[in-house]
Nanobody
Framework: VQLQASGGGLVQPGGSLRLSCAAS????????VGWYRQAPGNQRELVAS???????NLVDSVKGRFTISRNNAKNTVYLQMSGLKPEDTAVYYC???????????WGQGTQVTVSS
């Protein structure tokens, strides 16, 4: 499975962005896809995840502002971000986990910068 993350950019506080994580390969085997972020000097943290059955988990700091969705027909998982804050600035990565094999796959990361 190969993952391609895109959609990052520079946005003003309060703005919105939609990140996409497009998968090629055996997407149907993926159990859960997560979006992580890593700010300079910080550890990578999980922001949101979605299972193949549509169960969603969001970290408290983004609840009410971010949503995650999955389009299996397009092999793509989206992270819709609104009400962006400077503290959301980070490189965002998507990760796919394949329960049957225990394998995990990472996308290359996309930079999100929230600044006026």
């Amino acid at each position: 499975v190969q993952l391609q993350a895109s959609g990052g950019g520079l946005v003003q506080p309060g703005g919105s962005l939609r990140l996409s994580c497009a998968a090629s390969g055996r997407f149907y085997t993926i159990s859960i896809v997560g979006w992580y972020r890593q700010a300079p000097g910080n550890q990578r943290e999980l922001v949101a995840s979605i299972t193949g059955g549509g169960i969603i988990n969001l970290v408290d700091s983004v609840k009410g502002r971010f949503t995650i969705s999955r389009n299996n027909a397009k092999n793509t998982v989206y992270l819709q971000m609104s009400g962006l804050k400077p503290e959301d600035t980070a490189v965002y990565y998507c990760r796919a986990f394949e329960a049957a094999t225990g394998n995990a796959y990472w996308g290359q990361g996309t930079q999100v910068t929230v600044s006026s």
